[in-house]
């Protein structure tokens, strides 16, 4: 447990590299501890935000790399349970707010970078 980050995550850098292709470099802020959420991509210029979501973590619906641990469920059920409320909560807040959000999930970006930089393209030009 030690060794697992909430920042500079692999899914994170890989959604980092396909906005920096995009010609987004220097256009976003990290990890804004202002904003509930304290999301992964912030364009304070246009008003978006980009979450990129583990699965496991964030407890993806009907996602095979978000599977329910085998052993101490009586802590992990809940813990994952409120992660998930807990999210939705801030993207109520955030959208509340006048943000428009764009949640990535790791298992998307193991499929296909390439629908990933696409729909990623598609919310920063709106």
């Given at each position: 447990m030690q060794?697992?980050?909430?920042?500079?995550?692999?899914?994170?850098?890989?959604?980092?590299?396909?906005?920096?292709?995009?010609?987004?470099?220097?256009?976003?802020?990290?990890?804004?501890?202002?904003?509930?959420?304290?999301p992964d991509l912030v364009f304070p210029t246009i008003h978006k935000i980009v979450f990129v979501h583990g699965c496991f973590w964030h407890s993806h619906a009907s996602c095979k790399i978000a599977h329910a641990p085998a052993s101490r469920l009586e802590y992990w059920e809940p813990k994952l349970r409120r992660n998930a409320e807990r999210d939705g909560k801030h993207l109520l807040e955030l959208r509340?707010?006048?943000?428009?959000?764009?949640?990535?999930?790791?298992?998307?970006?193991?499929?296909?970078?390439?629908?990933v930089k696409s729909r990623l393209a598609n919310f920063l030009a709106e």
């Open positions: 060794s697992i980050r909430a920042f500079g995550t692999q899914p994170e850098l890989l959604v980092r590299r396909l906005i920096c292709d995009l010609g987004f470099r220097s256009r976003y802020r990290l990890h804004d501890h202002k904003l509930p959420g304290r509340g707010a006048g943000w428009k959000v764009l949640v990535i999930w790791e298992c998307q970006l193991r499929q296909s970078t390439e629908k």
